[in-house]
């Protein structure tokens, strides 16, 4: 009788895993999708090296607490800390000659008033 529910179980997770293998893929596009409407993105008319500092000292102006800033010549990421506490998160693409897109994430959802106002900063700073 044992034999017989370990070999039912076991047929039971065979006929399951076409409908758990199908259900990661989506899984992963409705979390990749949410993560895209949470972030803003804007493009400034400066290179790399101008819109990196300027976004250092926006975020320094913001009262943001950054916790990491990884640089390359093609772009960077910088993570920090809101003032009330949620996560920032920044990636900054060298889009072509003299063009720089950045894109913000603050807190789990979009917060637009703090997304622009990152933006705004980083315009102020440039």
């Known amino acids: 009788m044992r034999h017989f529910v370990c070999a039912a179980a076991l047929l039971g997770m065979v006929a399951l895993m076409p409908l758990l293998a199908a259900c990661v893929p989506a899984a992963l596009m409705?979390?990749?999708a949410v993560?895209?409407?949470?972030?803003?993105?804007?493009v400034f008319l400066a290179s790399l090296d101008r819109v990196w500092p300027a976004t250092l000292t926006a975020l320094r102006h913001l009262q943001v607490g950054v916790t990491r800033n990884v640089r390359d010549n093609l772009g960077g990421d910088i993570d920090g800390v809101w003032p009330g506490g949620d996560a920032v998160v920044i990636r900054l693409e060298q889009s072509e000659e003299g063009r720089t897109r950045v894109t913000v994430r603050v807190g789990g959802m979009r917060n637009r008033d703090a997304t622009d106002l990152i933006f705004a900063k980083i315009t102020d700073s440039l």
Not at 35 to 42: K, Q, V, W
């Open 35 to 42: 993560e895209a409407r949470a972030e803003d993105s804007r």
């Open 30 to 32: 409705v979390d990749r």
